[in-house]
């Protein structure tokens, strides 16, 4: 089993900036790749950024390519995202997500993972 927390949510004001952190713990060598969604509120959960349980390699959301990374620490088993230069439409809960298997090689889909942390909130006003 992996648990997963996410913390570092907030207010924060359009174009400032948020760090958000997700720590796993449990048996975290058979994760393969960990992933942030995010869900406004309304709408579907949506793809937001990925990375391989190594680092070696990530994707993004066109939406969030240039404004926000994300990274690991292994050694500290905690995974994050800086986001920059926030926007409105930024503003939802933000999830964690660990996979084990590698298929499908599809990272943008939330079917495809297995653990799931509760969220944090992020809220950019204008």
């Known amino acids: 089993q992996v648990q997963l927390v996410e913390s570092g949510g907030g207010l924060v004001q359009a174009g400032g900036s948020l760090r958000l952190s997700c720590a796993a713990s449990?048996?975290?060598?058979?994760?393969?790749?960990m992933a942030w969604f995010r869900q406004p509120p309304g709408k579907e959960r949506e793809f937001v950024a990925s990375?391989?349980?190594?680092?070696?390699?990530?994707e993004y959301a066109d939406s969030v390519k240039g404004r926000f990374t994300i990274s690991k620490d292994n050694a500290k088993s905690t995974m994050y995202l800086q986001m920059n230069i926030l926007k409105p439409e930024d503003t939802a809960v933000y999830l964690c997500?660990?996979?084990?298997?590698?298929?499908?090689?599809?990272?943008?889909?939330?079917?495809?993972?297995?653990?799931w942390g509760h969220g944090t909130q992020v809220t950019v006003s204008s």
């Open positions: 997500a660990a996979r084990y298997s590698w298929s499908p090689p599809i990272q943008s889909n939330p079917s495809n993972y297995d653990y």
């Open positions: 449990g048996h975290t060598f058979s994760v393969a790749a």
């Open positions: 990375i391989t349980w190594s680092g070696g390699s990530t």
